[in-house]
């Protein structure tokens, strides 16, 4: 074998720990920005930008935008077909990759982009697919990849914004994962919920470390459940003045 085509001193400079996740940003040949992930026995590197792998599926930036140009050419009828079925899937795994990463780095705006390319091709998935069953391979799974855009969103508003911002976006997206579980008839499961506790943990922490109070979106939907209209009218007041500010 021709030299330096191994990777040996790669891998003995940066151990793999079976623990955690291990990744880092690297500069290509070209300068150009690269992730890196150690996986047990080798290393991904992945595009920063596009799809992950670099490649340009029949010249478009994902398959995801491919899927959507195919739909164009056809009929509403259309479905995918086996080997577009097992394209999707190489993009979905290739984009949890990068989401994971991107947490684990604190890059933020970049799990939030990330994570609503896989929501919008579940979608597409969900609305296309030739099965039931490999629908609900994907389906599953849309929880999970919620919750990473949740905690990345709430974790971008306090980099921003402050803890208050941070706890009215796990309130949003405790209420968009509350209205999935309500689609699928599984409300009495959304309290005991993993990620549902996660979150819930999470914006409790904030409101500790930060001395958060009742945000003003909690104090209009409790004056409304409450039916304290004239407060609720104040507060929508000062909600509409703050977000012209």
């Not at 799990?111 to 390319?117: G, L, M, S």
Request: hydrophobic share 35%; proline share 2%.
């Amino acid at each position: 074998m021709a030299g330096g085509q191994h990777i040996d001193d790669i891998l003995s400079d940066w151990e793999y720990d079976p623990d955690g996740l291990c990744a880092r940003l690297v500069q290509g040949a070209d300068d150009r920005e690269l992730l890196q992930v150690r996986v047990d026995m080798g290393i991904l590197q992945l595009e920063t930008t596009g799809r992950p792998d670099g490649e340009r599926p029949q010249g478009y930036e994902t398959y995801y935008d491919y899927l959507v140009a195919e739909l164009v050419r056809k009929d509403d009828k259309w479905a995918m077909d086996d080997e577009q079925c097992s394209e999707a899937d190489r993009e979905f795994i290739q984009f949890y990759h990068r989401r994971v990463s991107w947490l684990k780095l604190n890059r933020f705006d970049q799990v939030i982009e990330d994570a609503n390319h896989t929501l919008g091709l579940m979608d597409f998935c969900r609305k296309y697919s030739p099965d039931e069953h490999w629908t609900i391979s994907h389906e599953q799974y849309r929880p999970f990849v919620m919750f990473h855009r949740i905690q990345a969103e709430a974790l971008w508003a306090l980099d921003e914004d402050g803890a208050e911002k941070a706890v009215h976006a796990i309130n949003g997206g405790l209420a968009q994962l509350r209205e999935l579980f309500e689609e699928h008839e599984a409300s009495e499961y959304f309290e005991d919920d993993e990620l549902v506790t996660r979150l819930t943990d999470m914006r409790e922490s904030l409101r500790n470390k930060y001395e958060v109070g009742q945000t003003l979106q909690e104090q209009l939907a409790a004056a409304v459940a409450q039916e304290e209209y004239e407060l609720a009218a104040r507060l929508r007041d000062e909600l509409a003045q703050r977000t012209a500010n």
